[in-house]
């Protein structure tokens, strides 16, 4: 059986705007049938800093921007924390649809991680992505994103925070996804190592424009 991928709607050599564009007829899984569109990247094509979360969720389905949920609003209150301005920031996802299953009862659709193959047929857009913006440091938001960049052994429990290297040569620091700080038993600590997490990337941001 061959694997699905959008390979094929990747224009080559395309600007940010040229992939966003493409991206919204994009049938490279079958993610897309039940969601409302296509959900790209955003923020400087210049970029410095890219953040890479798993996959848009139910307000992001609806809006067609990436991380303008509670989720996202939760990031953005860390990132002014942490002195990183969200203005300056690009933010997408690994799998570029919403993927969900229906509440049983009322009109609730229920976040569910993507498969492996889902997120390796999206991975031809974040590569795009990450071609065009070639930002100083690549930030992964959740397990999802850290292995669509790191590969699959990598474990972000084990090893947030610290710089990596990514097959591709970008410079990689992963994190928890703000859904987790929001779904986590102590959101208080939580949120705090988030916070520190993002506080190592504007750090080294800073060693890298340093004199």
Not at 11 to 28: H, I, K, N, T
Not at 57 to 72: H, L, N, Q, W, Y
Request: charged fraction near 30%.
């Amino acid at each position: 059986m061959r694997k699905r991928s959008a390979a094929p709607f990747v224009p080559e050599g395309a600007d940010l705007a040229a992939l966003r564009a493409a991206a919204r007829g994009c049938r490279g899984c079958d993610l897309y049938g039940p969601a409302t569109q296509t959900v790209f990247g955003s923020g400087p094509p210049d970029a410095r800093l890219l953040l890479v979360g798993e996959q848009p969720g139910d307000v992001e389905d609806r809006e067609g921007e990436p991380f303008v949920g509670p989720a996202g609003k939760l990031l953005d209150k860390a990132l002014d924390e942490a002195d990183l301005l969200r203005e300056g920031v690009y933010v997408t996802n690994a799998v570029k649809h919403f993927k969900f299953v229906p509440a049983e009862r009322g009109k609730r659709r229920i976040h569910k991680t993507p498969a492996r193959g889902e997120v390796v047929a999206c991975l031809p857009w974040l590569r795009a992505e990450l071609a065009e913006v070639r930002p100083d440091l690549v930030v992964c938001l959740g397990a999802t994103a850290a292995k669509a960049v790191l590969g699959v052994d990598y474990k972000v429990s084990e090893r947030r925070g610290r710089l990596e290297r990514s097959d591709e040569g970008h410079h990689v620091i992963a994190t928890v996804h703000p859904s987790a700080v929001l779904r986590a038993p102590d959101r208080a600590e939580a949120y705090a190592g988030f916070l520190a997490d993002l506080r190592v990337v504007r750090r080294h941001l800073e060693r890298e424009t340093a004199p």
